[in-house]
């Protein structure tokens, strides 16, 4: 269904007249220079009307099979099978149903099209090298935004500049113009929101967001609306008076805070006022701001005793992180005692902020509380310095046996005692009051000693150790007891919220399994027949308060009301779980201390227990506090202990939670987004509850927290005029203060359709897309929520088509530029682990069983509902690179560094995600986003082994390791960093040896997305599944 431009050369495709591709409207701002909306997509034949693009002489584009004409189309001569055409390049399903390249027939019966995958639409990417752009002063006209030009791409390395409108870090609009109508944003069929993202960390070489302390009297603000003043209002009557641009009142202008104007209505000290002349700004709130003392950094970290949790090494590695952190604390106060560390404590990590130590450096308070079948609460007793366990042995109604001063440990080793007297000591300077140093307690003198804090973590930690062997020798003294193989993790979850109920802090939850006994035990729902059928969907499902049983409805009350509880005492749950198999029990005659077995579902014989966590109802805790729950999957080794991989993403993920970086991470936040004349922020998708109206609250927030921000019109708007919304987020800092970060956002609206269109921005319109449909999973098959994505991309490719090009000829598939890899994000998303479907013979063992299972697609399904907008291309489109051809022909600029950057460095362009480039004689590294995967082919020479894995022969059932000495392996390790910068989790590294058929290079060959895979059609073929809905709609 190719034609050529006219006058142009006949390409490979079929005779003029058929279907073609076309993409039309200038790129939005990063994907490419503009082209005149006269233009088509490169390689379009000419439209009635239109001129032919200069220089573009018919690039050859798929065909679209379903439309009228199209060769192929059911009833006509010479077709290829309907979705297929012949000779095109996708995988067909091969051993397991995923993708391998089939050899071409060898006589076609007759001669016909064939369509050519390279030049399908695809992420366009950089020269390698190329030096980072730099977006906002080209958006901006004086100091208010013009907005002809879009927005930087999303997921492509960008330095903004803050010159009065937010940057795209920390709001981002679906639309960069604001549809002038309601009946106009209907017709577009896209939402259009803003994604609001407050804690974002700055990229490197961006000014980070000013402070502004207005003093005693606090931020100016709208006696009306109670907006936050900043460079959009407008200055009346030389200064003294203000107008509102968001409800458009005059307010007087506070005598503290009057500045004349200069000859063009700006007051004179406008840049020197942050709230004035930035977008961002941070303002020091008073005592107003505060409902109960500032939030102190706590973090308790509630880690499994059990026996499968011990013999399997989480319990020492979860200790021994808790131990690395301090030693990172040490570090960064070092630093910043020594004017090296600017007191931002950690490390700069590549997942935004500063990482590595205690969230508030010297300020922090940590503690460990530990569970098996009872709850172990630690306290080190001053004076003579012992560590007393005290027990709470009542699972079923949990509570803190001991106050939060006596279980959690201070980073500045200061005594209780030389706390108070400190304190008294700053409130009487405070007011005034002389105090006679002679009667001053000597506890005054004490000084900040973190190496003393770090002591008491690592004898904490041996006590824990020692108390954990006892449990373990217990176990297995009783092989078919439970008695010290299950742990009841949320009770020992509730016991930790309990104790900080008056000060609220951090829980970070570490557990081998689902909680089996005790408060909030969740019995295994899992049955291996149950996938692949209608049942399949209650195991990806939290626990419901609609479900048949009475104790399932009360268990899923239970967890609602916990989380809204955490949520009201500011208190965020993180939520790590590391499946642990307990191979040496035997199910039949294992009993609880009470008799019973938990683990029976009165099912029969196929429930699995071992490996059931039902993620979705754990997932609910830290859904509503503004946590994260994080599967911890790779299994364990033969020993019965963790493997590396999951070792490594323990750590990881820990290191990750602790960001010390006091402008990312916050605490006891309220947001709330109030929008100008016309519009008004309607609904609020993401983390966090809410209680009043308008208004969202998240207990815990860190550079990643993302919400998205629906806006619907009140009235209609002119064409050009300004409209600005204004997130604002009042939030506990970690220095301990009270601060309100405010975010202004200036757009145009616009009555018509191409320019509305013109500068959609596809990453933020497909995540919003996401976040609103996913929920959908809750109530509806996953086949109706499939569809609806494939609808959702047809309707806007559709409303573009009768909207934008009515002229275009029938058989054309029109895409604009800006949402021309809409069908590649959607089919994306598609093949993903959260959304791909299991065949209807899963369940008995079919194509090797599930894939994936209830609890790993609960795991990525919050992933997906969670993701920032420039996280959405890596997630759903996956990128491959030949390491070979690495080794030896890599881009001159490849492994450098980047211009004016000190830690990032150029990386080779990746290949197409189609299995046709794999090789059992090459090594491959995809970068599927929440995986990195390294195939090493089996018949792979031994100098590329030796570079890759450090080893001349490849034993499959070995572990393998990267190679840390050679070239190879140090470009990988480059690769790897890259990879994992500004995500929100850490991906591991998996490597493995092709031709064994094992789950990780199945899971490869299921993220090739433009390959055909036993579940999934192919890139081409989705294409003509598109455009087919397309033309039944035009029909």
């Known amino acids: 269904g190719i034609a050529p431009a006219p006058g142009g050369p006949p390409v490979g495709g079929p005779a003029p007249g058929g279907p073609a591709m076309a993409a039309r409207g200038p790129p939005a701002m990063g994907r490419g220079p503009p082209v005149p909306m006269a233009q088509g997509y490169p390689g379009a034949p000419a439209q009635p009307g239109m001129q032919a693009p200069p220089g573009q002489p018919g690039m050859a584009q798929p065909g679209m099979v379903g439309g009228p004409g199209y060769p192929g189309a059911p009833g006509q001569p010479g077709m290829a099978p309907p979705g297929m055409a012949p000779g095109m390049a996708s995988g067909q399903p091969g051993p397991g149903g995923y993708a391998q390249r089939p050899a071409a027939p060898a006589q076609p019966a007759k001669p016909a099209p064939r369509i050519d995958p390279s030049q399908i639409p695809r992420m366009p990417r950089p020269p390698v090298g190329a030096a980072v752009p730099t977006w906002g002063s080209q958006a901006l006209l004086g100091r208010v935004v013009d907005n002809k030009v879009g927005p930087p791409v999303a997921c492509m390395p960008f330095r903004a500049i803050d010159e009065g409108n937010a940057t795209p870090r920390f709001v981002r609009p679906t639309l960069h113009h604001c549809p002038a109508s309601r009946d106009l944003l209907n017709q577009m069929k896209m939402p259009f929101g803003v994604h609001l993202q407050p804690m974002a960390a700055v990229a490197e070489g961006e000014e980070p967001i000013h402070e502004a302390d207005l003093g005693p009297n606090g931020p100016v603000r709208c006696q009306r609306c109670k907006g936050y003043v900043n460079c959009f209002v407008k200055w009346l009557n030389d200064g003294s008076k203000w107008q509102c641009n968001l409800c458009d009142m005059v307010n007087d202008t506070p005598q503290t805070y009057y500045s004349s104007l200069d000859g063009n209505g700006y007051r004179h000290d406008s840049q020197n006022r942050p709230e004035l002349s930035r977008g961002s700004v941070d303002f020091v709130g008073t005592k107003d701001y505060c409902v109960r003392p500032v939030q102190e950094p706590i973090v308790v970290f509630v880690v499994d005793t059990s026996a499968p949790a011990v013999s399997s090494g989480l319990t020492k590695a979860t200790l021994d992180a808790i131990v690395d952190m301090a030693d990172a604390t040490i570090e960064a106060h070092q630093e910043a005692m020594t004017g090296g560390g600017g007191g931002a404590g950690g490390v700069v990590g590549g997942n935004g902020g500063a990482t590595g130590g205690f969230p508030g450096g010297a300020r922090a308070r940590v503690g460990i509380v530990t569970f098996d079948r009872n709850v172990q609460f630690y306290r080190i007793r001053e004076d003579t310095g012992e560590v007393c366990t005290v027990i709470m042995g009542d699972i079923e109604d949990p509570f803190a046996p001991i106050p939060p001063q006596h279980f959690l440990l201070r980073a500045d080793g200061l005594t209780e005692k030389a706390v108070k007297v400190k304190a008294q000591l700053q409130k009487a300077a405070e007011d005034g009051v002389y105090v006679d140093p002679a009667t001053v307690d000597p506890a005054a003198n004490e000084q900040i000693d973190v190496e003393k804090f770090r002591g008491q973590l690592e004898q904490l930690s041996q006590h824990v150790m020692v108390h954990a062997a006892k449990v373990q020798e ?14 009841c993790s949320i009770a020992a979850l509730v016991a930790a919220a309990d104790g900080l109920s008056e000060v609220g802090g951090r829980v970070e939850l570490v557990t081998a399994g689902a909680p089996l006994i005790g408060i909030g035990r969740l019995r295994p729902r899992e049955r291996t027949t149950d996938y692949g059928g209608e049942r399949e969907a209650e195991l990806y499902r939290p626990l419901s308060t609609q479900a048949k049983g009475k104790e399932e409805q009360d268990v899923a009350a239970w967890y609602t009301k916990f989380a809204d509880d955490c949520a009201l005492r500011q208190i965020g749950v993180d939520v790590y779980v590391a499946p642990v198999q307990r191979s040496s029990l035997s199910m039949s005659t294992a009993t609880t201390p009470n008799g019973s077995n938990p683990m029976d579902r009165g099912g029969g014989h196929d429930s699995m227990p071992n490996a059931w966590i039902d993620m979705a109802t754990l997932g609910l805790i830290p859904k509503a506090t503004g946590g994260k729950a994080i599967m911890l999957d790779g299994g364990v080794d033969a020993a019965g202990a963790l493997t590396k991989v999951v070792i490594d993403k323990l750590e990881n993920e820990l290191r990750l939670s602790m960001v010390t970086d006091r402008k990312t991470v916050a605490s006891e936040t309220v947001t709330k987004v109030r929008c100008s004349t016309g519009l008004r922020c309607a609904e609020y998708h993401g983390p966090g509850v809410q209680r009043s109206v308008g208004e969202l609250e998240i207990a815990a927030m860190h550079p990643f927290t993302n919400v998205l921000c629906i806006l619907k019109h009140d009235s209609a708007l002119k064409n050009d005029e300004r409209v600005y919304v204004q997130a604002a987020t009042l939030y506990s800092s970690l220095d301990g203060r009270r601060m309100v970060r405010v975010h202004n956002l200036c757009m145009l609206a616009a009555t018509g359709l191409p320019e509305l269109f013109r500068l959609a921005d596809l990453d933020a319109v497909f995540t919003a897309n996401v976040k609103l449909h996913l929920p959908r999973l809750l109530k509806e098959p996953l086949t109706t929520v499939r569809d609806a994505f494939t609808e959702l991309c047809a309707d806007a490719l559709y409303n573009y088509r009768v909207s934008c090009a009515k002229t275009s000829p029938a058989g054309q598939l029109i895409l604009p530029e800006s949402l021309k890899l809409m069908p590649l994000y959607t089919l994306g998303l598609l093949k993903s682990v ?49 390491l070979e051809k690495i080794s030896t022909d890599a881009h001159p600029r490849a492994f450098t560094p980047l211009d004016d950057s000190e830690i990032h460095f150029a990386i080779p362009l990746p290949l197409p995600c189609s299995a046709e480039h794999l090789s059992n004689t090459s090594a491959f590294l995809l970068d599927g986003g929440s995986h990195l995967l390294l195939q090493v082919g089996k018949d792979a020479p031994p100098d590329l082994l030796d570079e890759v894995l450090a080893q001349s022969h490849a034993d499959p059932t070995k572990p393998q390791e990267l190679s840390e000495g050679s070239d190879l392996g140090g470009k990988v390790a480059c690769m790897l960093k890259e990879m994992r910068h500004d995500l929100p989790f850490y991906a591991p590294l998996q490597i493995y040896i092709s031709g064994g058929n094992g789950p990780e290079e199945r899971r490869l060959l299921s993220l090739l997305i433009e390959d055909k895979t036993k579940h999934e059609i192919s890139y081409v073929d989705y294409l003509c599944a598109v455009h087919r809905r397309i033309q039944q709609k035009m029909a």
Request: net charge negative; glycine share 14%.
């Open 474 to 487: 217990a176990a297995a003294a009783a092989p078919n007891s439970l008695a010290g193989t299950v742990g």
């Open 834 to 882: 959260g959304m791909r479907p299991n065949s209807p013979d899963s369940g008995r063992g079919g194509g090797g069983g599930p894939d994936p299972r209830a609890d790993e697609r609960a795991a990525h399904l919050a992933i997906l509902e969670d993701m920032t907008v420039s996280a959405s291309y890596r997630l759903l489109h996956p990128r491959m690179y030949d």
